[in-house]
């Protein structure tokens, strides 16, 4: 696993020495994020020694290093999703070169439905905890002590400064951000009406097929971690509720600008 990461990071320094302090990772339908970057350097996935390749629509696969901010940042257009097949650890690999590469704080996105009968379509959620169902924990097997330790804590997974960080400055630009917490499944079913009504009962405010297996990855190395959900369908409705992934895209896209705004003052202010 350790010399997997290294041949990654060293083959993404030969290309790109300078090391990034942020990363960002970008949801469905969030990927145009990367064009309020000054880019410096895309690497395609495909290329990365032993990186997975990413095969879902709207998710466009590389990896971007430049600038935002004021800060050195990587973000990555396209992520994997274990409901695409890969194993947990393939899910969590470019997270753990992220932070091989250098970086100390990572912003996160998804697109999720919402079950907070207080949410509407396009919302903003900062996550301020999560809850795992089935999401195969990315941390089974072998501990390597050069990532982090057996037993992680998990007490606050999702940095509260940041999210303190976030209200502010949505607060700032009159834009509505919730707080809550979010329910990782597998996918790629969405749910169905007993299953958002049990998934709400039992804590969770947004439910989403990503974000979980990252955020440990990330917590178990000690990296910062805030994320966020757009709020792109309503799981709890009583009418007819149908969910199309087209309709989680195009709700994505109307919400980008406002997550935009908020984690690009939130690098600056890092
Ligand atoms: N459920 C699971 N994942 C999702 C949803 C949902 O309703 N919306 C966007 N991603």
Known sequence: MIKQINEAVEYIQAIYATAPQVGIVLG????SFTAEMKVEAAIDYADIPHFPVSTVKGHSGKLIFGELGGKKVVAMAGRFHY???????????PIRVMKFL??????????????????????LMAINDHIS???V????GENSEKLGPRFPDMSEPYSKA???????IAAAANITLREGVYCGVTGPTFETRAEYKFLHIAGGDAV?????????????????VFAMSVITDL??????????????????????PKLTLIFKELIAGL
């Open 28 to 31: 469905s339908g969030l990927g």
């Open 83 to 93: 409901y695409e097949g890969y194993s947990p650890e393939e899910v969590v690999f």
């Open 102 to 123: 250098g970086i100390t704080t990572i912003l996160i996105s998804n697109a999720a439905g919402g079950m907070n009968a207080g949410f509407a379509v396009g919302d």
């Open 133 to 135: 169902f089935f999401a």
């Open 137 to 140: 924990n990315p941390l089974i």
């Open 162 to 168: 940041l999210i303190a960080k976030a209200k502010t």
């Open 208 to 224: 989403g097929m990503s974000t979980v297996q990252e955020v440990i990855t990330a917590v178990h190395m000690g990296v910062t």
């Open 235 to 256: 799981g709890i409705r009583e009418e007819e509720n149908k969910i199309t992934h087209e309709e989680v895209l195009q709700a994505a896209k109307e919400a980008e």
